[in-house]
């Protein structure tokens, strides 16, 4: 300073501690943390269901405009199930494989719902507020849970499409802005695209708050609030449409097929409070840290009337999550109740909760901002830290990692592709062999596709997991076994020696032995070759073509109008600095 006399006024809200944190760094923070992990490919081994959406892309690599898959339940459709994130798997596995597709679009996933916690948070807090609720999606336990443990990649990816479309509705509602009616009806399309649960219910616990907030904001500052309701809908019934048409395939094969199958068992369904397991894996995992700040959460919330509506949604949300736990879930879907599970609940009453989790954070930072930082950090770290540690200390056990190239090379060699076969005890490895085999299963892991008398009448999921479902899935097994020779059913391959009484009761004999002998293979000589079976099901060669261009397009659509469809800049704010402020001296006369 050439003149130590004179006055700098530095604002206090340049500190490191008192700015928001850059959506830049954001993302970044969120690549340093989940990419390790993704690149090591560690849901392909510890979690449910990666192998199931990998088995769906693999379809998709080979057959992309015909959804028909005959591989499981002597044949099903594909459209029963959303296709977008199967789809961009299927187009980067021709460049990486598609394990590694799969861990690139999980990425993408994770990324995006760091980003819509922030752009979510944003629409009810200050900007440093919603930067530390992205920084703590980063970190959420739910996210880990059902990216590591149950492998749902559909559900963490349409979460946040979802909840990025959010702010142009908002933004759309409050300027009538078509650049916000695009994007955001893309982002929404895109969506359901992923995951049509998400956007079912989204529209009632994410819309209808942002809706509010809306015209709250909007009223205050003099807007009709009728303009911004009819807005909303004009937003509503173009979404509507849309969805329905880029999701035709799927809401033709529902209506053709509703599902009227027993119901099957499901662990988010139970008491969390009457099994500490299921507590455990439901709750106290998913949540981690976010459970000490709940009282935070209801006093906040319920003090500030801008926070309310956001308070009621993420309270509706909670104790739907909870499964049987209260009766709330069952009031408001009745016999819906038996059809759904409730884990990705948890990650959609996070992401409701964490705008005000950031005030809280913001809060303890500008108490004590070096500690303040320290507590919240390790809060967080700890959070993941459970979830990931829960892995290994979890009862639950998956058989991703089993090894069965073994079964592959069996069922691909000496025409054994011309019989179809079964699996006992592999768990979800059932979906790694379906991916690389040529031979067909008369069984499957994607439940809401069985259309076989066998196994809709019995309250059981997967044969290959037959025993883990009581007499319900006994029964099923030994019926599908009686009718081995409708199906074409020659080969079983068997990893858990309980049910070998039963084949060889059944006139089965073994064959082969892979693995030390840990899996055998048991053959039926008299089982004639597998013959198509016949099936109303099949989807029309139109809907093939819709359901190959309409769901991928609407992504690509999204893309580029996020990307290339810029808002008009606004015009910065005036601010007003007080005229006197107090003053602290310091050595030399010098004054902050």
Do not use: C
């Given at each position: 300073m050439k003149d130590s006399q004179e006055t700098f006024a530095l604002p206090t809200a340049t500190r490191i501690w008192r700015r928001p944190i850059p959506v830049a760094a954001i993302i970044l923070l969120a690549l340093a943390i989940h990419a390790p992990l993704l690149l090591m490919e560690m849901p392909a081994t510890t979690s449910y269901d990666a192998n199931l959406h990998i088995f769906f892309a693999s379809h998709y690599a080979h057959h992309w405009f015909n959804p028909w898959n005959e591989k499981w339940f002597g044949g099903f459709s594909q459209t029963t199930y959303p296709p977008l994130t199967h789809q961009w798997i299927a187009l980067l596995s021709n460049v990486v494989g598609l394990t590694e597709a799969f861990m690139l679009v999980q990425l993408a996933a994770v990324v995006l719902f760091a980003v819509g916690a922030y752009r979510f948070a944003q629409l009810w807090v200050d900007d440093r507020a919603a930067s530390y609720a992205g920084v703590l999606a980063v970190f959420a336990g739910s996210l880990a849970f059902l990216v590591y443990s149950a492998g749902q990649l559909p559900t963490t990816m349409s979460a946040p499409l979802y909840f990025l479309s959010l702010p142009y509705l908002y933004a759309w509602c409050r300027s009538g802005s078509w650049r916000s009616l695009l994007k955001g009806v893309a982002l929404t399309l895109a969506a359901a695209s992923a995951h049509h649960v998400t956007l079912i219910f989204g529209s009632v616990l994410f819309a209808l708050p942002v809706l509010w907030l809306a015209w709250y904001d909007g009223r205050k500052v003099g807007q009709s609030g009728t303009a911004i309701v009819a807005r909303a809908f004009v937003f509503a019934g173009i979404a509507a449409v849309g969805v329905g048409i880029v999701l035709l395939p799927y809401w033709i094969a529902i209506i053709r097929h509703p599902i009227e199958q027993m119901p099957i068992p499901h662990a988010s369904r139970s008491n969390l409070m009457m099994n500490w397991v299921y507590g455990m894996n439901y709750f106290i995992v998913p949540y981690g840290a976010l459970i000490l700040a709940l009282p935070f959460i209801v006093i906040k919330g319920a003090s500030n009337p801008r926070l309310r509506v956001l308070l009621l949604a993420f309270?509706?949300?909670?104790?739907?999550?909870?499964?049987?736990?209260?009766?709330?879930?069952?009031?408001?879907?009745?016999?819906?109740?038996?059809?759904?599970?409730?884990?990705?609940?948890?990650?959609?009453?996070?992401?409701?909760?964490?705008?005000?989790?950031?005030?809280?954070?913001?809060?303890?930072?500008?108490?004590?901002?070096?500690?303040?930082?320290?507590?919240?950090?390790?809060?967080?770290?700890?959070?993941?830290?459970?979830?990931?540690?829960?892995?290994?200390?979890?009862?639950?056990?998956?058989?991703?990692?089993?090894?069965?190239?073994?079964?592959?090379?069996?069922?691909?060699?000496?025409?054994?592709?011309?019989?179809?076969?079964?699996?006992?005890?592999?768990?979800?490895?059932?979906?790694?062999?379906?991916?690389?085999?040529?031979?067909?299963?008369?069984?499957?892991?994607?439940?809401?596709?069985?259309?076989?008398?066998?196994?809709?009448?019995?309250?059981?999921?997967?044969?290959?997991?037959?025993?883990?479902?009581?007499?319900?899935?006994?029964?099923?097994?030994?019926?599908?076994l009686q009718h081995a020779n409708h199906y074409g059913l020659k080969f079983i391959f068997v990893h858990d020696p309980f049910y070998e009484p039963l084949l060889v009761f059944g006139g089965w004999r073994q064959v082969e032995t892979y693995e030390s002998g840990a899996i055998t293979v048991w053959s039926k000589d008299d089982a004639p070759p597998a013959r198509v079976i016949p099936s109303d099901a099949v989807p029309a060669p139109w809907e093939g073509l819709i359901w190959g261009i309409l769901p991928v397009g609407s992504s690509v659509l999204a893309i580029l109008f996020v990307l290339f469809m810029v808002e008009p800049r606004r015009v910065a704010e005036q601010v007003t600095i007080p005229a006197q402020a107090p003053e602290r001296v310091y050595d030399q006369g010098v004054r902050l």
């Open positions: 309270w509706v949300t909670f104790l739907i999550a909870l499964g049987g736990t209260t009766p709330v879930p069952r009031w408001i879907f009745g016999r819906a109740f038996e059809i759904l599970t409730y884990e990705r609940f948890t990650l959609w009453a996070t992401v409701l909760a964490l705008p005000i989790v950031g005030l809280l954070v913001e809060d303890v930072i500008d108490r004590s901002p070096r500690w303040g930082a320290i507590g919240a950090g390790a809060a967080a770290v700890a959070s993941l830290g459970l979830a990931m540690g829960w892995l290994t200390w979890s009862p639950f056990r998956t058989y991703s990692s089993l090894n069965v190239d073994s079964v592959i090379s069996f069922l691909n060699r000496d025409g054994h592709d011309q019989y179809r076969y079964l699996t006992l005890g592999f768990g979800n490895a059932l979906s790694k062999v379906s991916t690389y085999a040529n031979a067909n299963s008369i069984d499957g892991e994607y439940n809401s596709a069985r259309l076989l008398p066998e196994m809709t009448r019995y309250g059981a999921a997967q044969l290959t997991s037959a025993k883990f479902f009581g007499v319900a899935g006994m029964d099923s097994l030994r019926a599908m």
